[in-house]
């Protein structure tokens, strides 16, 4: 019955009640009938379009970030998984197009930003970009809430504690609870990373396993064992004036 009373109105006329909904009511009226829930599954729909050009900062959706994201919902989705300007440093502040950190020249100091969302369960990917120079240390991996976002010094503060575990790019190790765990990608004379490259993190809560891509390379699993609290995306850096983007994707694609 739903669904014959909600086949008569003119899909013209959804987009624009679509439009306005807040996010909540859209996924409720996905589940009010197979009519409005295909209508919503199209991801470049102008509803999904309307919504990004409204919510997204308008550098954020002429920028080359968002290369990997192939529809509006997902790029929507991206922002509210960018980078918590009420989760960093206070040496760090979260660019206009939000997915951006710049981390101030601040001497003697390590610094770290943490996501918008943190994950406890399903498999989970996001692309971090560092746009600037990576200085002595720099640590891409993840944290809970417990661990710190700034201290004394030039540290890997990613990974520094049991609460934080992380790849510093520089020296190609891995990082947990202070110690080094051992070389990262286990190849022979691995080529360090180069300012521009995608790195492609890889959660997999169901697993307990963290992975990394580089150049959509699959560089095999990092951490194996991780706790069934909620994860963060993190880095930590070091460099005055470094700049680091993070893109949330989604679930991982296989193959």
């Known amino acids: 019955m739903v669904d014959n009373i909600s086949s008569m109105i003119n899909h ?3 987009e624009v009640i679509f439009s306005y909904l807040d996010l909540a009511d859209i996924r409720n009226c996905a589940l009010v009938c197979r009519s409005w829930k295909h209508f919503l599954d199209d991801e470049n729909s102008d509803v999904w379009r309307s919504h990004c050009i409204r919510k997204l900062p308008e550098e954020a959706l002429k920028s080359d970030l968002m290369s990997s994201v192939p529809t509006y919902k997902m790029k929507l989705r991206a922002y509210y998984h960018a980078w918590n300007p009420n989760d960093c440093s206070r040496n760090v502040y979260i660019k206009p197009n939000g997915f951006t950190l710049h981390r ?5 100091s390590t610094d770290a930003a943490r996501g918008k969302h ?3 369960q399903g498999r989970h990917t996001w692309e971090v970009i560092w746009e600037g120079p990576l200085g002595t240390v720099a640590v891409v991996g993840i944290s809970t809430k417990e661990a710190a976002l700034q201290c004394h010094g030039y540290v890997a503060l990613l990974g520094s504690d049991d609460q934080s575990w992380g790849w510093n790019l520089v020296e190609n190790h891995l990082l947990h609870n202070g110690d080094v765990q051992g070389s990262y990608p286990l190849l022979n004379n691995a080529p360090k990373y180069q300012v521009g490259e995608r790195i492609r993190v890889i959660l997999d809560c169901d697993e307990n396993t963290l992975s990394f891509e580089k150049n959509y390379e699959f ?3 990092a951490f194996r064992g991780l706790p069934g609290k909620k994860l963060y995306p993190t880095v930590s850096a070091v460099y005055g004036n470094t700049e680091v983007s993070m893109v949330y994707l989604g679930p991982p694609l296989d193959g």
């Open 12 to 14: 013209n006329v959804l």
């Open 104 to 108: 101030n020249p601040v001497a003697q």
């Open 118 to 120: 943190g994950f406890r």
């Open 219 to 221: 560089l095999g699993v």
